[in-house]
């Protein structure tokens, strides 16, 4: 016990001292008044406790609050509290002045609980902000530490692809490229969330083919769905428009997410997409998307909650369905897109899921006669990739191996062997990661455009970070283009085409 407080016979019996960390957690009380284990988060014992314990590390000296009415298992009282913090550590005493109280001050108390309850509230409402802090981060972690292994997965994937096959091994290799995909879009859902939640997520005003569109929801779901005794329809308007400028990127995000959700509520019977077109003006148009299913439906009060963030639809006795995530994602992908969904649903008997989105019509593009190119002689370009890990080399290597475009590479484990590799050749580009194993991307990138003899080097930074802030970080500090991970060997080549031809 420390000394750090002297108390006469008298005042013992009417004060008890308790020693406690930083965080709140109890080393030691005398017990006088109340129990307080030792060990034990003074958090847990009682409310007021609970709104003390976050003033702890921003404490400087002393804090007194009087009139606290206290009620700790059986014990009841009313009590002042004075808080000391000091180089021997922080001390909680607890004056006994029930009696005082009841029989003058009773207003006191109401004073004091409302004070203390205001402060309550801000102390929720900051605890709340770095808990969404805390998440946000979590998740922009975790997105990028996945993205690069799933990125070299992915990656061996799509040159296996390239590879002699037969029909049974093509087909399954197929599969294993959809889940892969299908964790990247999870991936994506998630971080979008987090994004849509901040209001920084942006959309895309690209031209766009809704045949290509459709056509890679039917091979997709056949192939996954195609053993089950539920049958996939899509219906379009034949002469309907195609082409049109928007973002294809959430349209797709849409329909998966509803037709994954109609999938797995449907045992048997069809599951259905129809699409529609609905004029708005000659430049605009509303694209009507129609997903139906008959599965076990949706009871009726619970319907208003399907687009709640992981709300869980109970069937009887059976696991409950997650609609949280997929349903939260189309509901926020719509309104970023400004358009409008529904939902009906019967019980036992099916459920229609209406998406109206607006899109700008695109005139279709005509086919222009193209002329063959004549052979010559062309110059090899050569790049210089700066890439630590073997897998990752391994995939570099297999990927630029009799290449069209006849580029050679050389690969650097660190930014201090790319320097030494650089003072002897020269190269056309360089493609560097965000975190080498001794300098950051943005700090090798300032050193790199510094350098009299580099600096008009173009660099590609290839990253698992999605954030928009990062990504112009990079791109600030000095990089030409980014290309998120996991990514495609086209569009790897496009990038590196785009740069240096």
Do not use: W
């Amino acid at each position: 016990m420390s000394t750090s407080v002297l108390k006469t016979d008298i005042a013992h019996q009417r004060i008890q001292e308790v020693e406690v960390k930083e965080n709140g957690t109890i080393v030691n009380s005398d017990e006088v008044l109340f129990a307080f284990p030792e060990g034990t988060a003074m958090g847990t014992l009682h409310p007021f406790f609970e709104a003390l314990q976050l003033l702890l590390p921003d404490l400087d000296g002393k804090a007194t609050f009087p009139c606290v009415n206290l009620q700790i298992g059986d014990v009841s009282k009313i009590v002042d509290i004075e808080i000391q913090k000091t180089d021997k550590g922080i001390f909680i005493l607890l004056f006994d002045f029930t009696e005082h109280y009841q029989a003058s001050h009773p207003l006191v108390q109401e004073k004091n609980e409302a004070s203390i309850a205001k402060n309550k509230l801000e102390f929720d409402k900051r605890l709340l902000e770095a808990k969404e802090n805390f998440k946000n981060g979590f998740l922009a972690n975790i997105n990028h530490e996945i993205r690069n292994p799933l990125n070299s997965m992915l990656g061996f994937l799509e040159l296996l692809g390239e590879t002699k096959l037969d029909y049974e091994q093509y087909e399954t290799l197929k599969v294993i490229q959809k889940t892969g995909n299908h964790v990247k879009t999870l991936m994506d859902d998630m971080l979008d969330i987090s994004k849509i939640e901040r209001g920084i997520i942006t959309k895309k005003h690209v031209n766009f083919h809704l045949g290509y569109i459709l056509s890679n929801i039917q091979s997709h779901y056949e192939l996954k769905y195609g053993g089950k005794k539920v049958a996939f329809l899509i219906d379009t308007e034949e002469q309907m428009l195609k082409t049109f400028v928007g973002d294809p990127i959430r349209l797709n995000q849409i329909l998966f997410n509803l037709l994954e959700n109609a999938f797995r509520h449907t045992e048997k019977g069809t599951v259905s997409l129809k699409v529609s077109l609905e004029d708005i003006d000659k430049k605009m148009a509303h694209l009507i998307f129609e997903v139906s299913d008959t599965g076990r439906g949706i009871p009726k009060e619970e319907i208003g909650n399907v687009f709640n963030s992981y709300f869980q639809l109970k069937l009887q006795k059976e696991k409950p369905l997650g609609e949280g995530l997929g349903l939260k994602i189309v509901k926020d992908m719509v309104a970023l897109l400004e358009g409008s969904i529904d939902v009906q649903s019967e019980e036992g008997k099916g459920s229609t899921f209406t998406c109206k989105l607006p899109f700008e019509k695109r005139a279709p593009k005509r086919e222009r006669k193209t002329v063959k190119k004549g052979t010559g002689i062309f110059q090899s370009k050569r790049i210089l990739i700066v890439e630590e890990d073997p897998t990752a080399q391994m995939l570099f290597m297999k990927t630029f191996l009799k290449n069209e475009k006849g580029y050679v590479i050389e690969i650097a484990n660190s930014a201090e062997h790319m320097f030494s590799i650089m003072a002897k050749k020269s190269y056309d580009l360089i493609i560097l990661k965000n975190v080498l194993p001794d300098v950051n991307a943005k700090e090798l990138l300032k050193v790199l455009k510094e350098d009299g003899g580099n600096e008009k080097i173009p660099v590609l930074v290839a990253s698992g970070s999605t954030l928009v802030t990062e990504q112009q970080e990079l791109l600030d500090a000095g990089a030409d283009a980014f290309l998120a991970k996991p990514y495609t060997k086209k569009e790897l080549f496009n990038d590196i085409e785009k740069l240096i031809g």
